[in-house]
């Protein structure tokens, strides 16, 4: 590990061999290349379903279409780096993204969907249904 004393700040002359993140080769040749969902989806499916010594056959395969070892390269890699992008990407477009649903347990209309006069009432409401269970608890003391 270095010294301290040997950091020089980055200036116009004086810049990092490696600017920013590595950008995505299989990204990049998936748009070169104009490839649709289906084929994505397809070859997705088709490296997140096996082991790894499959990966790194598909990788090395010369017979294998340049799409599936290219991806199959790439989720190697990032397995290599620690990295989750490329598993990542091929789990979304292979099974879809994951949703988020946040769900209203009261059955109500969200506060953020109400007119003002509405939403005034409501919060009202709900200040005087807190002060009555602070109260409650304590008279309960």
Known sequence: MGSRDNLKPFTSEYQPKN???KKSRLRAF???NDLGRVDI???AKQ???VPMETV???ASDPKKPILLAGAAMALLKDMKTGR???IRWL???GFGQATQVVENHNHEIKPEDMDPE???KYWKELMREYAETVKDDSDQV
């Open 19 to 21: 600017k920013g993140p």
């Open 30 to 32: 998936i748009k070169e």
């Open 41 to 43: 989806q397809i070859i």
């Open 47 to 49: 490296l997140l379903d």
């Open 56 to 58: 790194k056959a598909i």
């Open 84 to 86: 989750t992008d490329t």
């Open 91 to 93: 789990a979304d477009r």
């Open 118 to 120: 509405t939403r005034d």
